[in-house]
């Protein structure tokens, strides 16, 4: 999973198009929940993606000094 995840070919690609590329090679039980897992715990996707992920709440005016 590593060697494909951190190929300069794919990108660190998501759990589904990752999914999609393993399954042409390989099968094993569970394998959907390893690879979301596996994707989760990337740490260059996590500082990547972490940003939209939160919202952020509305703007509010500051008060002007006199």
Do not use: R
């Amino acid at each position: 999973m590593q060697e494909i995840h951190d190929s300069p070919m794919t990108g660190h690609p998501g759990h589904e198009i990752m999914y999609n590329i393993i399954t042409q090679e390989f099968y094993w039980p569970d394998m959907s929940k390893d690879i979301h897992q596996f994707v989760h715990n990337c740490d260059h996707c996590g500082s990547v993606t972490a940003w939209h992920e939160h919202q952020k709440g509305m703007l509010k005016p500051l008060p002007v000094p006199d």
